[in-house]
T-cell receptor, first 110, second 113 residues
Framework: GENVEQHPSTLSVQEGDSAVIKCTYS??????FPWYKQELGKRPQLIID?????GEKKDQRIAVTLNKTAKHFSLHITETQPEDSAVYFC?????????FGTGTSLTVIP | KAGVTQTPRYLIKTRGQQVTLSCSPI?????VSWYQQTPGQGLQFLFE???????NKGNFPGRFSGRQFSNSRSEMNVSTLELGDSALYLC????????????FGPGTRLTVT
């Protein structure tokens, strides 16, 4: 089955700096890669996603890149703000079965 | 549209008991997936239901089971509870087919004592 690895497990950045979280996947058949943000005590929320026919997608301060050859994808957050502090999960899917990374706890220091 | 709802939100059970959790998907969503989330772990996939059929299953023992009703609502059952079953159980719903955007419910926090 699919195996998704996520790094780093914790990340601290100064407010205004950029944050990058990286994930690798094992199954080349995976074709959909969402990112979720989970604040403490809340449900995971979809923040951005990318499909295998696209190399990059951007939504305001958030961007995701996908390298299908290397089987890795990354989340980039620019101009970080304290409210970006949360746990971020990447996932890879084929159809409706999702495989999640173990999460990155991001802390933005004011 | 109303989001995914789960009931109950909190449960305390004793080892050896069984428990049933409920999930109501977003209107129109026919796929429901269940995940177990424990501290320090990612979301571990339990199973996925579509049109009342279990379509995918993760690597959990047979004590974990589920079902889906004709209105797409889903239930998850855990029998013979163990201390290690204490976790946040999340369900997520999605439309079938691309895009596979999955939306999560608030979860049920299960504590086994």
């Amino acid at each position: 089955g699919e195996n998704v690895e996520q790094h780093p497990s914790t990340l601290s950045v100064q407010e205004g700096d950029s944050a990058v979280i990286k994930c690798t996947y094992s199954d080349s058949a995976s074709n959909y890669f969402p990112w979720y943000k989970q604040e403490l005590g809340k449900r995971p929320q979809l923040i951005i996603d990318i499909r295998s026919n696209v190399g990059e997608k951007k939504d305001q301060r958030i961007a995701v890149t996908l390298n299908k050859t290397a089987k890795h994808f990354s989340l980039h957050i620019t101009e970080t703000q304290p409210e970006d502090s949360a746990v971020y999960f990447c996932a890879a899917s084929m159809g409706n079965q999702f495989y999640f990374g173990t999460g990155t706890s991001l802390t933005v220091i004011p | 549209k109303a989001g995914v709802t789960q009931t109950p939100r909190y449960l305390i059970k004793t080892r050896g008991q069984q428990v049933t959790l409920s999930c109501s998907p977003i209107s129109g969503h026919r796929s429901v997936s269940w995940y177990q989330q424990t501290p320090g772990q990612g979301l571990q996939f339990l199973f996925e239901y579509f049109s009342e059929t279990q379509r995918n299953k993760g690597n959990f023992p047979g004590r974990f089971s589920g079902r889906q009703f004709s209105n797409s609502r889903s239930e998850m059952n855990v029998s013979t509870l163990e201390l290690g079953d204490s976790a946040l159980y999340l369900c997520a719903s999605s439309l079938d087919g691309m895009p596979y955007e999955q939306y999560f419910g608030p979860g049920t926090r299960l504590t086994v004592t």
